[in-house]
Nanobody, 122 residues
């Protein structure tokens, strides 16, 4: 079993910053891609940012230039640095990872974090 545990979100004023972290634990051989999704009220869950095991990144257009995804492979941790936050960034943020298990590493399995609330006030 693999667990992805996210840091607590927060209430942040518009223009502020917040860093989220997500740490995977369990019988992990390696982790391929990791990413952050978010789901705002009455909206579908959307990909915010993703990062490969080698550090290649991808962002949704609305966060480009403001958010930075990074990872620490030794700690099985992915981060999302969020700067210049806007009210429209308000959402529950979910960590996601493609994990190869110690005894089942020929393919990756997808796991989700528990979600953390980020609220940006105007």
């Amino acid at each position: 079993q693999v667990q992805l545990v996210e840091s607590e979100g927060d209430l942040v004023q518009s223009g502020g910053s917040l860093r989220l972290s997500c740490t995977a634990s369990g019988s992990i051989f390696s982790i391929d891609a990791m990413g952050w999704y978010r789901q705002a009220p009455e909206k579908q869950r959307e990909l915010v940012a993703a990062i490969t095991s080698y550090g290649s990144t991808n962002y949704t257009n609305s966060v480009k230039g403001r958010f930075t995804i990074s990872r620490d492979n030794a700690k099985n941790t992915v981060y999302l640095q969020m700067n210049s936050l806007k009210p429209e960034d308000t959402a529950v943020y979910y960590c996601n990872a493609d994990v190869r298990l110690l005894y089942y590493y020929t393919t990756s399995l997808n796991y989700w974090g528990q979600g953390t609330q980020v609220t940006v006030s105007s």
